[in-house]
Each structure stands twice: as structure tokens, then as C-alpha cells.
């Protein structure tokens, strides 16, 4: 998915399916890179627990703060599907 839209909220709350249970998401708890596409002349923003998101900006800043921006709406967009929203990787306990 490539996003044109600029800003982002660092939070979403998320009405799942029955409406009866939130979850808060912290769109700053995923993991964020962004590497330069030299096909598509670009930064592309990725997230890790969302792979099938991208961003696709002139500037790595840019990408990063976009590929957030389309992040923050991902939670919504998967509970309307009733589809499981990734846990973010820094809430994972690591053994060892």
C-alpha cells in the first residue's frame, strides 16, 4: 500500500468487532526501517509486524514519518475485517 498523506498520531485506539473491547496501539512501539529503492527513486518506509505496508517518499525522514502515518490507520482498517492486529515486536519477551 503506498500512502500520500502526511502527519501522524502516535496512538489509535481500536474498537474491535464487538465493540466491547480497546486495544491501545502505540503506533511508536513497531519497528520502523527505510531503505532507498533506486527503481523507484525513493525511500521506501517498511514496518516489520505489518508487511505489507510501505511508504514511498524523496527523503528517509520522510518515509519513516509517513510509513507511520499509514501505520496508525492500520489497526482500524484490520479490526473492521476482524483480522488479528500485530502485537508490536517490543512487547515480545526474548529468551535469554
Known amino acids: 500500500m503506498r500512502s500520500g498523506r502526511r502527519g501522524a498520531g502516535l496512538t489509535r485506539l481500536v474498537a474491535m468487532a464487538d465493540k466491547s473491547i480497546h486495544i491501545r496501539i502505540r503506533v511508536d512501539e513497531y519497528s520502523y526501517r527505510a531503505q532507498y529503492s533506486a527503481d523507484d527513486?525513493?525511500?521506501?518506509?517498511?514496518?516489520?509486524?505489518?508487511?505489507?505496508?510501505?511508504?514511498?517518499?524523496?527523503?528517509?525522514?520522510?518515509?519513516?514519518?509517513?510509513?507511520?502515518?499509514?501505520?496508525?490507520?492500520?489497526?482500524?482498517?484490520?479490526?473492521?475485517?476482524?483480522?488479528?492486529?500485530?502485537?508490536?515486536?517490543?512487547?515480545?519477551?526474548?529468551?535469554?
Not at 508487511?51 to 489497526?75: H, M, N, Q, R, Y
Request: aromatic share 8%; no cysteine.
Open 41 to 96: 527513486r525513493a525511500f521506501i518506509g517498511l514496518v516489520n509486524e505489518f508487511p505489507g505496508l510501505s511508504a514511498f517518499l524523496d527523503t528517509w525522514e520522510g518515509a519513516i514519518k509517513e510509513i507511520k502515518t499509514v501505520v496508525s490507520e492500520g489497526p482500524r482498517l484490520l479490526s473492521e475485517r476482524n483480522e488479528q492486529i500485530p502485537e508490536p515486536l517490543s512487547r515480545h519477551e526474548w529468551p535469554g
